[in-house]
């Protein structure tokens, strides 16, 4: 029996990922949840196992290839009976026929408690232990490109409209894009969020017919999508240029900081201030032999700082609300740390780090970077943070306005520490001095406000015994 394998729900609300490598080859004899590929999404690299004990029949994807949620990924000959509620068992080529009943309850196996086991994956279990899935709707089949557009009609409710996935539709919504105007560039028409996106900056595809003026469903399919047409004359590529596919990380994090940029207003200010008296605490807990083997920094410092003075400032530590229309104050802190990797800029963050003592925030903070740079960093890891510190200091750049992350209100840069003529004790001496840069969401934090938590911030930088009158 041959069983078709497709890349699972990897949660967080990813719709694809980029299939890195196969782990396996046509032929090779696969045991029950075995690695058979790694995948990489916007969150991480994940090592995807076999539902299934058999042989690999066929590898239906190339490695580098980037693949919907629910895409045939490979096929494998099985001696024993199917898992219920997985993919089918006919050729991924097969047609889906236009009566199906999409309303029917499907199940679903529960995974083993197991962390290589991915969603919707498990060895076989009774059917008294299947949960079952509530129904799929028609809106959902509609925007889960059916092949037969009677059937996707039908389904519908004859309402035309377009392709479209939920987590698209919601970012058409935030950045206010009319999605009846729009021509999909993914399979069957389907409107992507680079489609979105290139919308938003002036590019991409052409408006088509508003479906709302349509009376009469045509079963007929489209020609071709519609796409700007190209310039009459092309530059002559130039042999020296190197060409890098936009993918993974790198992909998604363009995605997600065109989003930030085009839904969040952006406002900004900064603060240089003299932190002699931070490196000189730095310097005595570094000599402390209760910290020993505890790697305490300039931005473990910083990190501290950011934590105490959101206590006193909690609209920094907030989210928008769109649907509710309401502003999310946070009780708790999770403390993004912006780590540049050789995938591209990584922001995994610190669980509850307000609650943390300075010798574990450091191990926490230490965590996090190493694992983003081996390319280890968990979903998790990467998901809930509520405010983020970029250290570019670490470049030698002084200042610098960074981007938000989606989500959150607001986003400190460090920038170098430099010696400087300072002002100190009315006179001008050398001191260290250090640029703090606050990029805010304008919609959830004042100037005001903004100002009090930098100054603040840098208040304990500058008088780290200020510290004592804030908590």
């Known amino acids: 029996m041959i069983r078709t394998i497709t890349l699972p729900d990897l949660g967080e609300g990813l719709t694809e990922s980029d299939l890195v490598e196969w782990t396996v080859a046509v032929g090779d004899t696969v045991e029950l949840n ?51 509620g997985d993919a089918p068992t006919t050729s991924p080529d097969a047609e889906r026929p236009a009566e199906a009943d999409v309303s029917e309850d499907t199940t679903e196996v529960a995974a083993p408690a197991r962390t290589s086991v991915l969603v919707g994956y498990g060895p076989l279990v009774e059917a008294s232990a299947r949960p079952r899935r509530r129904s799929r709707s028609a809106d959902w089949v509609a925007a889960h490109a059916i092949a037969d557009d009677t059937a996707a009609l039908a389904l519908a409710g004859r309402r035309i409209g377009p392709k479209v996935l939920p987590p698209v539709r919601k970012l058409a919504h935030d950045l206010g894009v009319d999605l009846n105007r729009m021509e999909g560039t993914g399979k069957d028409g389907m409107i992507t969020r680079e489609d979105v996106l290139h919308v938003v900056s002036g590019v991409g595809t052409a408006p088509v017919v508003d479906r709302s003026e349509a009376r009469t469903p045509t079963v007929s399919r489209p020609a071709s999508r519609m796409v700007a047409a190209p ?34 207003p952006h406002a900004s200010t900064a603060l240089t201030v003299d932190v002699t008296p931070t490196l000189e605490l730095l310097a005595q807990l570094k000599a402390d032999r209760a910290l020993e083997g505890h790697r305490i920094s300039i931005l473990t ?168 009158r804030m908590v």
């Open 34 to 84: 075995q690695v058979v590929a790694e995948v990489e999404t916007a969150k991480a690299l994940v090592q995807l196992p076999s539902p299934y004990a058999g042989v690999v029949a066929e590898l239906l994807v190339e490695p580098g290839a980037t693949v919907p949620v629910g895409t045939a990924l490979l096929t494998i000959a099985v001696d024993e009976p199917a898992v219920v």
């Open 231 to 264: 310039p009459a004359s092309q530059p002559v590529a130039d042999p020296r240029e190197v060409r890098i596919p936009v993918a993974g990380v790198r992909k998604q994090t363009a995605a997600a900081m065109v989003a930030s940029a085009f839904t969040a």
């Open 301 to 468: 410092l910083v990190a501290k700082a950011v934590t105490i003075a959101l206590a006193g400032n909690p609209s920094l530590n907030a989210r928008w609300d769109e649907a509710a229309g309401e502003i999310v104050q946070y009780g708790h802190v999770h403390l993004g740390i912006a780590a540049a990797t050789p995938r591209g800029l990584l922001v995994p963050n610190v669980k509850g780090a307000d609650r943390l003592r300075l010798a574990e925030l450091a191990d926490a903070i230490g965590a996090l970077t190493e694992a983003a740079r081996a390319g280890t960093t968990t979903p998790a890891d990467l998901a809930g943070g509520t405010i983020t510190i970029t250290n570019i200091g670490v470049f030698g750049v002084d200042t610098g306005t960074p981007i938000l992350v989606p989500g959150q209100a607001a986003i400190l840069a460090m920038g170098a520490i430099r010696r400087l003529p300072w002002e100190f004790q009315d006179q001008i001496a050398l001191r260290s001095v250090l640029t703090l840069s606050l990029s805010f969401d304008h919609r959830l934090v004042d100037g005001a406000e903004a100002a009090r938590f930098l100054a603040d911030v840098g208040a304990i930088l500058a008088r780290p015994g200020t510290v004592l």
